[in-house]
């Protein structure tokens, strides 16, 4: 038990320098962010570290790194369960977690219904998620991990398509591959990332 709380406590370390310091996106739904934490997650918690008795983003300035991350090993990992999903998705689902929230969760789901697991696909895990994904992890052990990364790059490249504000973050001004599809093929083998030549094809309605 010692171990997974080390291991979690890692994984969250990497949450957080992956999602950098604080930012305040108009085109981000989340609103004023920092650490990854979003001003909803903060009034949600009720974390008015000013005092005020008002949380603005003068409160989401205020939030430490290490406070971050105690928010996201809580609220992102424990009480989502998915602790209790096999060791080999925590990071992968971890990270989405904190990125999609519940939608992390209706991924997974939807990649076990696409493998005659049924599941419901309600972004919550309960002994059915997690004893179909455990199942499925065995019967898959070198791909599954993979699978639920590419569907977390599909994820996004879907967004991207329905909201054209949201491309900034799956392509860059440049035309590669944007935060987005780095931060999904992070967790996925290098012999499954999408050559430059892919990507472009897969964006090109975009323009």
Known sequence: MER??????????????REGGYVDDPDDPGGATNHGVTIHTMRRLGLDLTGDGQITSADVRRLSRDQAIAI???????????ADLPTPL???????????????????????????????????????TIAATARAL???????????????????FDLADRRPPSRKYARTR???KGGWITRAEAFIAAR???????????VSAWD
């Open 72 to 82: 996201f090993i809580e609220h992102y990992f424990e009480r989502p369960r998915i």
């Open 174 to 176: 440049k035309g590669g």
């Open 192 to 202: 499954y990332h999408l050559s430059s030549a892919a990507f472009q094809q897969r």
């Open 138 to 156: 065995a019967l898959a052990p070198d791909h599954f991990v993979d699978a639920y990364g590419i569907e977390r790059r599909n994820y996004y």
């Open 90 to 128: 925590h990071a992968t689902v971890f990270d989405m977690y904190v990125n999609a929230g519940t939608n992390a969760v209706k991924i997974l789901q939807r990649l076990l219904g696409k493998m005659g697991f049924a599941v419901a696909v309600d972004g919550a895990i309960g002994p059915k």
């Open 4 to 17: 997974l709380v080390q291991d979690v406590r890692a994984i969250a370390q990497e949450i957080v320098a």
